[in-house]
């Protein structure tokens, strides 16, 4: 494994823009440790260890990349940073690479970005097969991505989730009530499928839209990956570079959809687009939803769990963005930051 200097060195992979938005996400991961902290020590006080639909116990992450061979030095510096942070982790490429976490998960068709949705397909008949009960939440992403573990970890906890598991159809999922509403009126140990990311429309579907990925709870896995369930009957054949739209087809089957993972300050969690392209704003996408967008800063949450990284120029490589953003998000340039 390689290992990197304590120092903080990332002037020459992250641009002033970026710097900004994870100077404002560090804030946002102190504050997760802290609950996070309190939350566990609370647990070891009590006597009961008994689990209910929202859970007792700090969820259990497994993280998901999807890759190829030509980028496995990227893999490294994730597995280095973020992705030692998940609980589970796993990078579905054309080479196996065990090292690295990375696995020849073969899928339908030829390896090309325009046949991603099969290259998804698999990852999550893999995840389903294999997985299903080691985890409570499952997040999917391009190798381009980070995801911060500790706001992920914090927001699974959080009030808002604990409001979708218990039935609470917000103002997305509304737009498809009909199908959502099965999910209001829980029986005792029921579980609901959740699907967590940024909400986008295509013709009459929600998708969460790709970048910083998105996120499944366990039923929502189980749902889609039993035998005879919608992974294997629903665009099953098709050969297409939407997986995000396809997944969302699959969930709405079984009354599923996208819901709000927007901050108590309407600044979003999960970031679709990079940090230097965050002129292009979300007003467009989502004043049809009710969604009102933030503008500058203010649209990136201090607990932003998912993010999509860019390189500076074409002299940084991925892998320095990532090890660099890492040492901004774990603590490293705290001394430069407050």
Known sequence: ???????????????????????????????????????????????????????????????????????????????????????????????????????????????????MWQKIRS???????????????????????????DNMKAYLQGEQIKRLLNGYIDNISRVSYEQAKRWENLEKDQQRPLLLGVPLKKGNILFPQGGGGYTLNREAVRLIGVEGGPLYTILADHEDSREDVFISSLLSEVGTFVSDTRDDTGAFRYIPYRPYDRARGMAKYHKKYNMPARNGMDLFSKETVALHLKNMDKKTTMDEVIYSTYDILSGKCDAAIF
């Open 1 to 115: 494994m390689q290992h990197r200097e304590k120092s903080c060195k990332v002037d020459n992979a992250i641009d002033k823009v970026a710097f900004e938005v994870f100077k404002r996400i560090r804030t946002g991961v102190i504050k997760s440790k802290t609950e996070i902290e309190k939350k566990n020590d609370l647990r070891k006080s009590t006597t009961s260890a008994s689990t209910t639909r929202t859970g007792t116990r700090t969820p259990r992450i497994l993280c998901m990349i999807y890759t190829h061979s030509g980028a496995h030095s990227r893999v490294q510096a994730i597995v280095n940073s973020w992705g030692k942070e998940c609980d589970g982790f796993f990078a579905a490429s054309n080479a196996t690479d065990l090292s690295i976490g990375a696995i020849n998960l073969l899928h339908r068709g030829p390896e090309v970005y325009g046949n």
């Open 123 to 149: 990852m999550w008949a893999y995840a389903h097969d294999n997985f299903l009960h080691d985890y409570d939440y499952f997040h999917i992403a391009g190798d381009d991505a980070y995801v911060v573990v």
